[in-house]
């Protein structure tokens, strides 16, 4: 089954202890990305990766870290999580080069920073 | 990149027809139109997608004016269970760059 997984799926954590999402997608998809989403804000784009080694910030890029060693992995990494990095996030995989294409996204990540 | 502007919120009752619109001025040639349905603590899931004049799917139609700086989606007789934000997304799969960025998306309430 195509699918982006996205894990864990809640987790709370302390204020400056590192912390890391992952995210996988088994679709041989190029592109790949984070949002994270707060109430009455809609989807924010973190970082996104339109291929293996090469990623680029998005909107809201200050805080967070990503890396894109394989294709089909793209963790997101809080180096110093703070309590307004609590939100909603979500991964998301496209392939690139063809008309018709769109975002698939992984179920997201609650994170509560104390 | 281009912009959209969506209407924050809509109401409807069952078994109307809802059309929801969206303003993308600066358009470029390359772009596509996708809307996307997201419920409350999951990720936007695709609904349709075009590139010019009418699309039409199982669940909803999409109508792109031949200028491209708007779309509107189309969600016929809808039902409770349509309840969600619905986000206008354009954007150009072949081209490097900033791309598929969401705007603030429409709260569509249906109500019985």
């Known amino acids: 089954e195509a699918q982006v997984t996205q894990n864990p799926r809640y987790l709370i954590t302390v204020t400056g202890k590192k912390l890391t999402v992952t995210c996988s997608q088994n679709?041989?998809?190029?592109?790949m990305s984070w949002y994270r989403q707060d109430p009455g804000l809609g989807l924010r784009q973190i970082y996104y990766?339109?291929?293996?080694?090469?990623?680029d910030k998005g909107d809201v890029p200050e805080g967070y870290k990503v890396s894109r060693k394989e294709k089909r992995n793209f963790p997101l990494i809080l180096e110093s999580p703070s309590p307004n990095q609590t939100s909603l996030y979500f991964c998301?995989?496209?392939?690139?080069?063809?008309?018709?294409?769109?975002?698939?996204f992984g179920s997201g990540t609650q994170l509560s920073v104390l | 990149l281009a912009k959209t502007t969506q209407p924050i919120s809509m109401d409807s009752y069952e078994g109307q027809e809802v059309n929801i619109t969206c303003s993308h001025n600066?358009?470029?040639?390359?772009?596509?139109i996708t809307w996307y349905q997201q419920f409350p603590s999951q990720g936007p899931r695709f609904i349709i997608q075009?590139?010019?004049t009418k699309v039409t799917n199982e669940v909803a139609s999409l109508f792109i004016p031949a200028d491209r700086k708007s779309s509107t989606l189309s969600l016929p007789r809808v039902s409770l269970s349509d309840t969600a934000v619905y986000y206008c997304?354009?954007?150009?799969?072949?081209?490097?760059?900033?791309?598929?960025?969401f705007g603030g998306g429409t709260r569509l309430m249906v109500k019985p």
């Open positions: 998301a995989s496209s392939s690139l080069g063809e008309a018709n294409e769109k975002l698939f």
């Open positions: 600066n358009i470029a040639t390359n772009d596509y």
């Open positions: 997304l354009v954007g150009d799969y072949n081209n490097a760059g900033n791309m598929l960025t």
């Open positions: 990766s339109m291929n293996v080694e090469v990623t």
């Open positions: 679709m041989n998809h190029e592109y």
């Open positions: 075009g590139y010019k």
